[in-house]
């Protein structure tokens, strides 16, 4: 396996507040899943909420969340900040601890969060041995744009074996 495809980085705990959805995909319809995402960022974008939550972050990141809440598939599209906004559903709280860090790039956000999920949770997760992912939220982070191409990450918080 291509080892610069991942590091492992120590973050302290951070809390992203997030406007959520529930998907109801089964979750292995992929196809389904990221039709539902993309339908949902298209929805927010459109209705003045992203730029809403985009105006009171304390950096550019925007991060599209992936928690299991209760037993339901939730996506959050969220910023890093301390305020908040009425439209807000959740503060979602990130441990403290290791996380398996994936660096990329797409033409567009959908396609650097298909691409970096695809590459975290189907190459570098069930290829390596020690460490692993045990749950709590995930996210893909957006960057900025770099050379026309949208540039970002995957932070997933992990346990060693």
């Given at each position: ?20 959805t ?87 956000a ?17 290829e390596?041995k020690?460490?692993a ?5 995930n ?21 060693k074996?």
């Amino acid at each position: 396996m291509n080892m610069e495809k991942y590091t492992l980085e120590e973050k302290d705990a951070f809390i992203v507040l997030g406007i959520g959805t529930e998907i109801t995909s089964d979750y292995t319809d992929f196809a389904g899943i990221n039709k539902e995402k993309a339908d949902f960022w298209s929805a927010i974008k459109q209705d003045g909420r992203l730029n809403k939550l985009k105006s009171i972050a304390e950096n550019d990141y925007i991060f599209a969340v992936n928690e299991a809440v209760n037993n339901k598939m939730m996506h959050y599209a969220g910023v890093m900040t301390d305020a908040s906004i009425e439209e807000a559903s959740r503060e979602i709280q990130f441990p403290k601890g290791q996380y398996l860090v994936v660096k990329g790039e797409g033409q567009t956000a959908d396609e650097l969060s298909n691409k970096l999920t695809g590459i975290a949770f189907g190459q570098v997760l069930p290829e390596v041995k020690n460490f692993a992912y045990v749950g709590g939220p995930n996210a893909t982070v957006e960057m900025g744009i770099r050379d026309g191409l949208v540039f970002g990450e995957m932070w997933i918080p992990v346990v060693k074996k």
